[in-house]
């Protein structure tokens, strides 16, 4: 599949990368899946997040961290969770909804 639309690239024929026989067979994106399942994603990334920071809370006052440290290293510890489960890209676009940016 991939040699045929090298050709018909080549070919310069950009409206028909592939045979209607290729296309027949496709299964179209369903729009309402690919929603739920960003939904659920960014869900997945929030629960992460919350969860790395009160676990962090917890560890650190154990611990014994300073009071001016603990804010500092709950947040990252937040941050690096919701990178861990959404990945960078998705956390930057999640960040950019916050006030004051």
Same mark, same amino acid.
């Not at 969770?81 to 959404?86: M, P, W």
């Given at each position: 599949?991939? $040699?045929?639309?090298? #050709?018909r690239c080549a070919a310069d024929r950009i409206g028909a990368m592939l045979p209607e026989e290729f296309l027949a067979q496709a299964t179209p994106i369903s !729009? %309402?899946? %690919?929603a739920i399942r960003e939904s659920v994603h960014v869900a997945a990334i929030? %629960? *992460?997040a919350m969860t790395a920071a009160v676990? *962090? $809370?917890?560890a650190l006052r154990a611990l014994g961290v300073r009071d001016d440290l603990r804010p500092? !290293?709950? %947040?990252?510890?937040? +941050? !690096? *969770? *919701?990178?861990? +489960?959404g990945g960078w890209h998705r956390v930057g676009r999640l !960040? #950019?909804?916050l006030p004051g940016r």
């Amino acid at each position: 599949m991939l $040699a045929v639309i090298g #050709e018909r690239c080549a070919a310069d024929r950009i409206g028909a990368m592939l045979p209607e026989e290729f296309l027949a067979q496709a299964t179209p994106i369903s !729009l %309402t899946r %690919t929603a739920i399942r960003e939904s659920v994603h960014v869900a997945a990334i929030i %629960t *992460a997040a919350m969860t790395a920071a009160v676990g *962090a $809370a917890s560890a650190l006052r154990a611990l014994g961290v300073r009071d001016d440290l603990r804010p500092w !290293l709950i %947040t990252g510890c937040s +941050v !690096l *969770a *919701a990178i861990f +489960v959404g990945g960078w890209h998705r956390v930057g676009r999640l !960040l #950019e909804l916050l006030p004051g940016r």
